[in-house]
């Protein structure tokens, strides 16, 4: 199995980012006069929120500072919640800052191992911003219906769309690595080898990297059913409720999986010191016959034992050489009966 790539993904570099300028932005405006209206340019963002009722949803795509930067002085937001957004190294969490509620989670990738993905999520009165890395594939989300997204319905059923997408993506990701940890433990019942002990350890670090991403957001889920938010309306909490039971299932999960890799290894080393139990047995064993084969060779070879045998008639050499083969035998025999060889 290769080595896994724990690592949370870093930001591109510049030239990585300004290669897909096209790409940074994709935004999304509804209003009842208008509809729905999709534009790409941070320039388009100003008239779509001129209307009075209108609804923004914006997408950066690995931006650029100069992006971000317009995007947040059109939004409004805080300084600090612009510069966390672009250096993308957040914990999992949940601000309020003045009317703004900002919130980071992560997304989970299995491939040759588990791959994080910050989601920065900042969601205002009338609008709603999402910022990550390429590769997250929000915009191609399932609940994104021919670009409409339900973005009518209001910015906080796009930020508890966005959320039960995130967390159902978990659960293939648990799948496999529930089908790894079973496999594991098959292959440890049958053999033991330097491959499988690297490889506990590899899903060891995988389910240490899922709880360092998935365990805080219980948190954030407990704290948006139970504040009083005005940005999210009461008859959205409901929807919120059923993402945080979603996560205590898939905590209680992750930690019966940590129990099962845990116990998978600890059998792993009771079945090394048992197979070293049964190879010292047999070598004990061997040593047993050799040991009596030697002592009879040993005195019979002294000049003091010379007299009880003629050696220089074939019968003394061949009674004794008899005699050690029969002793042998029968202290293999007294080993084998017992197991031991």
Known sequence: MAKSSRRHSRRPSSEARSAGTGKQLWGLSWSPAAGFTKFSSPDQLAPALATEDGLVWVDLEDADHETLQSVAATFGLHPLVTEDIFERNQRAKVELTGDILHMVMFGLRHGEGITSHELDLVLGQRFLLTAHEAGLGVRSAPFIQRDAAHLDQGPDYILWAIADWLVDDYFPVFDKLGDEIDDLEEQVMRSQNREIVERLFDVRRDLLAIRHAVNPQREIFNQLTNRDLSLVRPERVVYF????????????????????????????????????????????GVTAILAT?????????????????????????????????????????????????
């Open 293 to 341: 084969i030697a002592a009879i060779a040993g005195v019979f070879g002294m000049s003091e034992a010379g007299p009880a045998f003629d050696f220089r008639e074939a019968a003394g050499f061949w009674l004794v050489t008899l005699a050690s083969v029969l002793i042998a035998a029968a202290v293999a025999l007294y080993f084998r009966r017992r197991g031991w060889i």
């Open 241 to 284: 409720r059923d993402v945080y039971d979603h996560l205590i299932r898939l905590t209680d999960e992750l930690d019966s999986y940590r129990e099962l890799v845990s116990t998978t290894l600890d059998v792993y080393l009771s079945q090394i010191n048992n197979n070293l139990s049964e190879i010292m047995k047999r070598l004990t």
